[in-house]
């Protein structure tokens, strides 16, 4: 024994992300990926386990890192069983039968969140399943992403600096330190309700994917050769994960009718004008679209 | 006199781009004065004099280093008259009195060109204006920009790799030197009919503007602070300028209201998709999107 060694053996370890020792992170592409990289370059000894659908995607997982053991989903109950954290990482729609298949083999006074993009489901789905002596779960939408998918396209800094909207749970601890943990990351939090969120994200997130989906499909192959940095800006959408965005139209359904039925009512008006040839009128439309994309938007 | 001086003397001077040793460029906004700088980065002599409407932008392009000679808009013809080349860089609604105040001032031989959005209104008004023993004119729809303004935002590379549809004028040996000037800035260059352009740009171009700027107007501010990459890239085009883009509106008018049109029938398959919660529809349709990004839209 070193005189070094016994000095350290003095220093308190460096604590773990926000008391967590181990983090199961439940299916490992793109954002669960990029958390696990974003947890290891902070912390490298937490343990990350990664669960899985797929052998390849938790090898690759592996390989880069993301994560220090694998579960093949089958397997979850083994996975979560000593983690301080869950994170729900999969399309909403399969988050009740994760809930359903982990609850009874939580660990006392474990915390379960989740990276959902709509959360008036996900928080009815947790109510439902997980009851009082289970492990509590606080919502959580970190508003990151890209259109790539899968672990391979993770990255340590996706989160850096982006929103993470938290919809808090049952337990107020249990929500401080959901929110802790994201901001270790980088993160800036900000509370809201699931339905505030959910209306909010229709009209600032899934309207706009939903625009770039059907503008992409309009033009013909040749014309895409005229196809400039505008018209790649306004696909990237498009290139998106179809099974993701699937469950979130179908679990956020009714906001995101809303939002395209307004976005409707402002297209007719557009149409209107340029009918019109009303000059003057599109260009107030256009000057005050500039004007509201100047003051709010920043690079 | 030194040898050195003596040698240089036989050494036949670099040729001006393409034979064009002085350059006029009417309107020295963002393309303008990127044209300007652009020329400027690969042939030092060749003379570019710049025209504007305001003392301000003549004397930032002057600044830049994009233009030599700077004159204000009813100077035009003294501008042009020594020019073996004419760009027109203003709204498309201004073309026609541009040609008008410069025709009968123009040198034997000279070329007029543009780098307007819409191709069939700049083809008309030359063919009203110029006519027999005038320059020829060659429309040119150099398809590159940015959301910034004016010639302090202008960037010499901003051209490079991107596309320039040229509409041929009458003179076929016009239309090469206009094509290889154009190619010598580092764009790609492709032949179409004014019809043609404007009604594929509607589709790939115009569009996707409209889509941005009416995107841009719905959401309130409060709900703008959740607004992450998607919704900046998605609005990136309503930032545009809004008295370029009336004029677009009004001269692709009718090809515009087809696109608008085809696009709310998209819009309305996409709304009943959701409304029924056809999830294996809703994703059929959000895969074809993706193959076709992936397929067909480079980064």
Redesign the interface.
Known sequence: LTAGAELDSFIPMRRAVNGFRQITIIGVGLLGGSIGLAVKARHPETLIVGVGRRRLSLSQALKRGAIDRAYLEDACPQAVASADLVVLATPVGAFERYLRAIRNHLKPGAIVTDVGSTKSDAMAAARRVLKAGHACFVGSHP?????RKGVVAADPDMLTG??C?ITPGRAPRATARVEAFWRELGMRT?RMSPAAHDK??A???H?????????????Q???????????????????????M??DI??SN?RE??A??????R???K??RL??R?D?DA??E??????R???R??T?
């Open positions: 508003m990151a992403g890209s259109e982006a929103l909207v900000v909010a994200v009209r600032i997130s309207l706009p994917h939903l625009l770039s989906v059907a503008l992409m499909c309009l033009p192959r040749a014309e895409l050769r005229l196809a400039a940095g505008g018209f790649r800006d306004m696909t990237r959408l498009a290139g998106g994960d179809p099974e965005w699937r139209l179908l359904r995101i009718q939002a395209m039925d307004e976005f409707s402002r297209w007719s557009l149409r340029v009918k040839a000059g599109a260009q439309y256009l000057r005050s679209a500039q509201a994309r100047l709010n938007v690079k």
